[in-house]
């Protein structure tokens, strides 16, 4: 993609000379501009609109890339972002990465060549520092997954203490043998939770057992097949604490008479219906989609500027009785 400086060397001008030209100085001499326009076309530049654009009044787009559409918690965050820039009249672009990591890039570059007012990000690649160059002009606001490699303005939730409690939890519950369920290790709120669920076993006093863990699960097919694993074990689990809502769907069929406690992290739609009715670590996905669009759009109103360190909401377990408690009455 070239550049305004790729424009000027071609031209044999000066980089403000071609933003003179773009934002149609009238002092710029005929020829020049002329100079100037030509290796525009020359070299297929498309120039960086969002100041121009925000001065004229013009409405413009909020970009918002998920994982995954289907899932109730990025559902919820697009909805929020959605709602915050409809009261400003700015569209969303809304895409689905998938969970595919290699997928992450040029899904985003596509995004991002519509020259938006910001990019709301939720990431499924372990290294985002290839967008580093985008960041200079295109405000990225990470959710539920901070970002490595790049400083970014990033809102997440307490996943380990979340975890935490779940499993602790369960411990209390007299359960010594819990099986930790995720459909990906690389998301690092997935590393997170894990975390989480290592140190509650260790404090408790029970060894860590690799064969409990299955990061396997995405999709229903895949989710049985890691809750046989599982209960082929010698010694299997006596309950599961799920990494987030969507494994937690798809693991419920899997786990019907098995006499499983059961704790996910997430809630969803009408998990406190079913029978028996799903315990949870709640979670509240439309606040960090509303904070992560007013972010965005007060970077793009205000400029660059130093980034505040990520921002963690807090999280709590929901009891139902799927692990054990009594039915809310």
Not at 25 to 31: F, I, K
Not at 195 to 221: K, N, T
Request: aromatic content about 6%.
């Amino acid at each position: 993609m070239a550049t305004m400086q790729d424009v000027a060397l071609h031209a044999g001008v000066s980089p403000k000379t071609v933003s003179r030209v773009f934002n149609d100085d009238p002092h710029v001499l005929p020829e020049t501009r002329s100079k100037v326009e030509h290796a525009m076309r020359e070299l297929n530049y498309v120039p960086n609109v969002l100041a121009r654009t925000f001065r004229a009044g013009r409405s413009s787009s909020i970009g918002v890339a998920v994982p995954d559409l289907v899932d109730p918690f990025f559902a919820s965050v697009v909805h929020a972002v959605e709602g915050v820039c409809s009261l400003t009249g700015i569209t969303t672009l809304v895409t689905s990465i998938g969970p595919d990591p290699a997928r992450e890039r040029p899904v985003l570059e596509s995004l991002l060549r519509n020259q938006m007012r910001g990019l709301i990000l939720a990431p499924v690649s372990e290294d985002q520092s290839w967008l580093t160059r985008w960041a200079e002009h295109t405000p990225i606001i990470f959710v539920d997954r901070a970002p490595s490699g790049i400083e970014a303005d990033t809102f997440i939730e307490d996943d380990r203490h979340g975890a935490y409690l779940a499993t602790e939890h369960l411990i209390g519950h007299g359960h010594t043998r819990i099986g930790f369920v995720a459909d990906a290790t690389h998301p690092p709120s997935t590393r997170r939770r894990l975390d989480g669920y290592r140190a509650a076993l260790a404090d408790a006093g029970i060894a860590f057992d690799e064969s409990l863990v299955a990061c396997e699960a995405g999709g229903r097919a895949r989710a049985t097949a890691e809750i046989d694993r599982l209960w082929n074990n010698r010694m299997p689990p006596t309950a599961i604490f799920s990494s987030n809502a969507r494994v937690t769907m798809d693991i419920i069929p899997a786990l019907r008479g098995r006499g499983a406690a059961l704790v996910g992290f997430g809630d969803f739609q009408m998990a406190d219906q079913l029978t028996p009715s799903v315990s949870v670590v709640g979670q509240d996905p439309f606040e960090l989609g509303r904070l992560a669009a007013n972010r965005a759009l007060a970077r793009f109103a205000d400029g660059a500027g130093a980034h505040e360190p990520a921002s963690v909401l807090p999280v709590a377990l929901v009891r139902r009785e799927s692990c054990g408690c009594s039915p809310v009455s």
